[in-house]
């Protein structure tokens, strides 16, 4: 566990703000760190009953492609969006977002918890209860990200 000291500074409304991080050695945790920041920032535009929302990727649990749509799902709402799911894969990396299947990318930090199923592929229960399949060839990838 890391122990941090937090300094917070008031600036001139001229300069631009900026988080400076101070560590011995970039490990997981300061990385797990930076994540957070960043996709805390990270805005997309979800479209519903043709009206706008900005949404924050943390608040997104997946993102699915179904009939040439590319749906984003959070807690108990679904939003279509514009974008491709390799331009929201691309955008999204790095932010604890990875490639489930050949249509879905998870947000990990979404997954409470995962098991395997027939075939090598594994299912992760979501936090708001739904379950997504992991297709064999990304079952790596989540266990990397995962620690495993």
Do not use: W
């Not at 799911?85 to 050949?102: H, I, P, T, V, W």
């Not at 930090?109 to 297709?135: H, M, Q, W």
């Amino acid at each position: 566990m890391i122990i941090l000291k937090i300094s917070i500074e008031e600036i001139n409304k001229e300069l631009a703000e900026e988080i400076i991080i101070r560590c011995h050695e970039v490990d997981d945790e300061i990385d797990e760190i930076v994540n957070k920041l960043q996709t805390e920032d990270l805005l997309l535009l979800g479209y519903q009953s043709d009206k706008a929302h900005r949404i924050k990727i943390s608040d997104i649990y997946y993102f699915e492609a179904v009939d040439g749509k590319v749906f984003l799902y959070c807690k108990d709402s679904v939003f279509e969006v514009k974008q491709k799911l390799y331009e929201l894969e691309e955008l999204c990396k790095g932010m604890n977002c990875f490639r489930a299947s050949k249509s879905t990318i998870v947000n990990i930090a979404k997954i409470s918890s995962v098991y395997p199923t027939i075939s090598g592929r594994f299912e992760a229960v979501l936090d708001n209860g739904e379950r997504s399949v992991i297709s064999r060839q990304y079952v790596p990838v989540l266990k990397t990200m995962l620690g495993l």
